[in-house]
């Protein structure tokens, strides 16, 4: 058997909300991680400085290669600062994730207008921002990876009307950036996360509600920032380098399901 090169080898990453909410491995923390240990140098960006130290300290201990910038990336000023970052300490850009996002349980009828706007510009406004400013910096490179984590919540109703919408943005923004920039060699893929146990759904959840969550799949299993993390790893890296504009379900099955009626 020849022997396994790590994956992302020589490739330079930005995973934007690379921290975690709370205690415990999210998506952003798991695909940060994961890269680093494919031999990719990851810029782990985050609102939270102290968040993306959390991930830093752990991929060090690994011996990984990665360092932190500290972004709102809802401003293109600090978007363009985190793209610059990335350039400027390791030379390219390969890969960059879109991670950040927010929840928010309402309605049409019962959402407030600012929450909205403000759901909309987390979750929507932060993958246009980045991605406008990585792109021409990948292309330069010769091309690159976007990946975009949308949800199930994109493609399927949920009693999250203003985050459906923004994850369903996400999907369409996902396939027309991969159609603008495909002969750029820039690929442009989503990842849509079914119910997984994360930091950012942790506080939301009594026992019986995260027990319903796991039974609720075809594979009756829990998934975790790490399933997010290993789809994320084969979109950025030469393996998936036919695959564009797709949106990847990550869900054990929950998706391919109607209710059980008999
Ligand atoms: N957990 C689930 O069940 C589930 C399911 C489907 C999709 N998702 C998606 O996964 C993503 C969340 O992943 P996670 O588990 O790592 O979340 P998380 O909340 O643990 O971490 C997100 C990180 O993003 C940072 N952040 C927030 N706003 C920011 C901003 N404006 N600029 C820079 N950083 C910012 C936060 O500080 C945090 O560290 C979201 O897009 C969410 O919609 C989650």
Known sequence: MPERRPRLEGK???????????????????????????????LLVDS??????????????????????????????????????????????????????????????DVEEEAWDRLMEVNVKTVVLSSKFAIPR???????????????????????????????????????????????????????PGAVYTPMVAGLLSDEQREKRRESSMLGTEGTGWDVGWAAVYLASEESRWVTGTVLTVDAGITGMVPRLL
């Open 12 to 42: 330079v990453a930005i995973v934007v909300g690379a921290g975690s909410s709370g205690p415990g491995i999210g998506n952003g923390k798991a695909t940060s991680l994961l890269f680093a240990r494919e031999g990719a140098s990851v």
């Open 48 to 109: 939270a400085i102290e968040r993306a130290n959390e991930t830093l300290a752990m991929i060090e201990e690994e011996g990984g290669t990665a360092g932190v910038f500290e972004a709102d990336v809802t401003r293109a000023d600090d978007c363009q600062g985190m793209v610059k970052a990335a350039i400027d300490r390791y030379g390219r850009l390969d890969i960059l994730v879109n991670i950040v996002g927010i929840l928010e349980l309402h309605s049409v009828v």
């Open 138 to 192: 990948m292309i330069e490179g010769g091309g690159g990876s976007i990946i975009n984590i949308s949800s199930i919540a994109g493609v399927r109703a949920y009693n999250a009307t203003p985050y459906t919408t923004s994850k369903a943005a996400v999907n369409g923004l996902t396939m027309s950036m991969a159609n603008d920039h495909g002969r750029d060699n820039v690929r442009v893929n989503a990842i849509a």
